[in-house]
Every structure is written in C-alpha cells, then in structure tokens.
C-alpha cells in the first residue's frame, strides 16, 4: 500500500499509473503537479489525483512514491527540483522510454540520491495523450521495463516491481545500454518507417486518393504515425545513435527486397516475405500468444 503517490507531470502515463493503483486498491493518496494547471484541475475533476501541487517539489515532499511523467528533456531540471524534497526512503522512478540519457540526467541532477531513482519504462500508450485518455487498463498486459542502477538495493527493485505488477504488467530487467539498443529496434525504428511512408504518400498528387481507398493494412501499419509530434522529437532525438544504427540495418535489407523485385525474382521475394512471416507468427506478443497474420 502506497500511503501517498506523487505524481510529477500529470498526463497520460501518470495519470493511467495512479488510476490503476486505486483500481488495486494499492494507494491512498495522490498528489500531482503539472506545468499546465488546466492538467491538473481536470485530474483532480476526473477522480485521478487527490490534491494538486504547485510545484514539482510539493507533489514529491511526503510522497513515498514518486513517478516523473514528464518528456525526457524535462527530466534534469524535474529531478533538481524534487531532490531536496524527496522523502530518504522514497522510491523514484520514471516512465521513459529512453534510458541513457536519463540516467545521465539524473546523475548529475541527484547527485549521491541517485540510488532513489529505478528506471522504468511500461511499453504501453495511446496515440492520445493527455489526462482525459488516462485509463486504468494501460498496462494490463504490457511489458514493464525496469533498468536497475548498480546503487539500488534488491528491496527497491522487488518493491517497484510489485507496483507494477499491481497495475497488470510484466515486469522485467534490463541493462539500460542493452534497453535503448531494443527500443531502438523494436519501437523507435517502426515508428520511423511509419513517419517516412507517410511522407512518401501524401508527397505524391494522388496521395490523398491512394489514402482514400486504404485497407486495414494500411489502418494497422500506419496506426503508430498518429503519435505525439514533440514526443517522438525527444526519443528519437535521446535515442539518435541507436535508431541511426537500426536505420542503416534497415535500409540494407529493403534494398535487398527491391533488388530481387527489380529483377523479377519471384523464389528470392517469396523467400524473404516467407521469412519475415514466420518470424512475426512465432512472435508471442505482449500477452504470450502467438499472432495470427492480418488482411491486406
């Protein structure tokens, strides 16, 4: 049981966060702060927090939990303002989806504290953020990244990882250079596919006509290019040598898929397409099953 949650940044994420831990019945109080007041009216309106803070340092002060909502650019001056209030046993974490430079941020904002904060990073969203599409049923059946630092004590790493069991996570380890390696591979690189082809499309005169007769593939493949513009500047900004990395690997293989389109070799594109489905069929997904293909 959680006697107070602090909430720094009050959007989606937290906001989901603190409502799934009332659902748990594992938190008696929250207390958020937001740069955007409206944010904050409009959580305490909905039920979500308890008490809105003036400052990021009020909503940390007593709090026995802290979770930094905030974009991973914010993160040093957040953490410089929360450090001094911080409870000497609260647990600190975040909910970024990069990992280096937040650890680096937050070494040189927390000093010898830096043992306070445990990384996180709940692969789970929404293409609409804010407080209003905060949702209980977030991370329910999601992956929960935690990123231990060599100065967190086993009872923190089991205590955040049984808060985020509570909200309906999966809850794993990872070393933060290996984390952003695989994000950059499995989110942040898809995301980027998804941006370009869209560019590639409405670029072209008949682009909106093309989009006009667009299937469910297209729905599916093109779901993740409605995200957040300023979120996605940041990770990919953050993430820039990992996602380059990834970038390059794809672009080696897409050309290897156009040489044999342009030389007509049907064996080499059945192979290829054959190999990429049975690699995604095998894929268990974040529930554990396996997933079927989709339509065109």
Same mark, same amino acid.
């Given at each position: ?18 409502? /799934?831990?009332?659902?748990?019945? @594992? #938190? ?26 003036? &400052? ?13 909502? #905030?974009? #991973?650019?914010?993160?040093? /001056? ?9 409870? !000497?046993? $609260?647990?600190?974490? =975040?909910?970024?989806?990069? %990992? ?15 043992? @306070? ?8 969203? %929404?293409?609409?953020?804010?407080? =209003? ?7 329910? @059946? ?10 967190? &004590? !086993? ?14 996570? @999966?809850? &794993?380890?990872?070393?933060? %250079? ?49 995200? =957040? ?46 190999? $990429? ?6 894929? !268990? ?12």
């Amino acid at each position: 049981m959680i006697r107070q949650l602090g909430l720094v940044g009050c959007g989606l994420m937290a906001g989901s966060f603190a409502l /799934a831990l009332r659902r748990a019945g @594992q #938190v008696e109080r929250v207390v958020a702060f937001s740069p955007s007041e409206r944010t904050t009216r409009r959580a305490l309106e909905l039920g979500i927090i308890d008490q809105r803070a003036d &400052t990021a340092a009020q909503a940390a002060q007593d709090s026995d939990v802290v979770l930094l909502g #905030v974009p #991973v650019r914010s993160t040093q /001056a957040c953490l410089e303002a929360i450090r001094d209030h911080l409870s !000497p046993d $609260a647990l600190l974490m =975040d909910v970024g989806s990069t %990992k280096g430079d937040v650890i680096e941020a937050a070494h040189h904002a927390l000093g010898s504290r830096i043992g @306070q904060l445990l990384p996180a990073h709940p692969m789970a969203g %929404k293409e609409l953020s804010g407080i =209003d599409h905060a949702d209980a049923a977030l991370y329910q @059946q999601r992956i929960t990244i935690l990123t231990p630092l060599p100065s967190n &004590t !086993p009872a923190q790493i089991e205590r955040a990882r049984l808060l985020w069991q509570a909200v309906g996570s @999966q809850v &794993t380890t990872m070393d933060p %250079k290996q984390h952003d390696a695989a994000m950059a591979a499995v989110s942040h690189l898809p995301h980027v596919i998804a941006f370009a082809a869209l560019h590639a499309l409405i670029d072209q005169n008949s682009g909106t006509d093309f989009m006009a007769v667009a299937g469910p593939g297209f729905r599916d493949f093109s779901r993740i290019a409605a995200s =957040d513009p300023t979120v996605w500047r940041d990770i990919l900004l953050s993430n820039r040598a990992e996602v380059l990395h990834q970038s390059r690997l794809f672009r080696q293989a897409l050309e290897q898929l156009e040489q044999a389109i342009e030389q007509s070799d049907g064996a080499a594109i059945e192979a290829a397409v054959a190999r $990429a489905r049975d690699a995604r069929v095998a894929w !268990p997904g974040p529930a554990g099953q396996a997933l079927a293909p989709s339509a065109p």
